[in-house]
């Protein structure tokens, strides 16, 4: 079975603080995707990266940045948190090439920016 | 650009019941995937069907089938001999059939099982 995970399911941070959100996921996939989901908007796309080192915009990119080193590791980082960024993160990877495009979740974190 | 609609913010049915969720969407593309995706409370969001656009046969998965009508850009999920297990938000997606993968979600509709 394909597992994505993330490196924390809640998180409390202070405003103005730098944040890192891990996910790493054991299929060797190489689209991965962060997405942000709030109550009665859905889920939105952040980031995604569709190689190592390469990253693409997605629909709401501004306050985040994101890092690839590694095939299975993508991390998102918010540079100086905000009270707008409480929300629950996703993280997500699909396979590329097998024309299924169906994508595996990571637990989410539910990150609360005081 | 593609937009997926879901006119369901939150429905209930009772245990052993039918239960149909709607989802409409708007592409020019002729060759996509839709699907529908489950998020238990506290739950892994998984998917639960996937419907390739050019197959006209109407995908099934156990207790949970879906009702593609292309013409109409309508992409419904109907699930029979509903559980208490099916408690959940429901996500209709698309996809086109791209390097990127990028699929765009709609808002979900909240899916109440009840005793």
């Known amino acids: 079975d394909v597992k994505v995970t993330q490196s924390s399911r809640y998180l409390v941070k202070r405003t103005g603080e730098k944040v890192f959100l891990e996910c790493v996921q054991d299929?060797?996939?190489?689209?991965m995707f962060w997405y942000r989901q709030d109550p009665g908007l859905g889920l939105r796309l952040i980031y995604f990266s569709y190689d190592v080192k390469m990253k693409e915009k997605g629909d709401i990119p501004e306050g985040y940045s994101v890092s690839r080193e590694k095939k299975e590791r993508f991390s998102l980082i918010l540079e100086s948190a905000s009270t707008n960024q409480t929300s629950m993160y996703l993280c997500?990877?699909?396979?590329?090439?097998?024309?299924?495009?169906?994508?595996?979740f990571g637990p989410g974190t539910r990150l609360t920016v005081l | 650009a593609q937009t997926v609609t879901q006119s369901q913010p939150e429905m209930s049915v009772q245990e052993a019941e039918t239960v149909t969720l709607s989802c409409t969407y708007d592409t020019s593309e002729s060759n996509y995937y839709l699907f529908w995706y489950k998020q238990p409370p506290s739950r892994q969001m998984i998917l639960v069907i996937r419907?390739?656009?050019?197959?006209?046969q109407n995908a099934t998965e156990n207790r949970f089938s879906v009702n593609f009508q292309k013409a109409a850009k309508s992409f419904s999920l109907k699930i029979s001999d509903s559980q208490l297990g099916d408690t959940a938000m429901y996500f209709c997606a698309f996809s086109k059939k791209n390097r990127d993968d990028k699929i765009i979600f709609g808002k979900g509709t909240r899916l109440h099982i009840l005793p």
């Open positions: 997500a990877s699909s396979l590329i090439g097998t024309g299924t495009d169906t994508q595996y």
């Open positions: 419907q390739e656009a050019y197959k006209q």
């Open positions: 299929m060797d996939h190489e689209n």
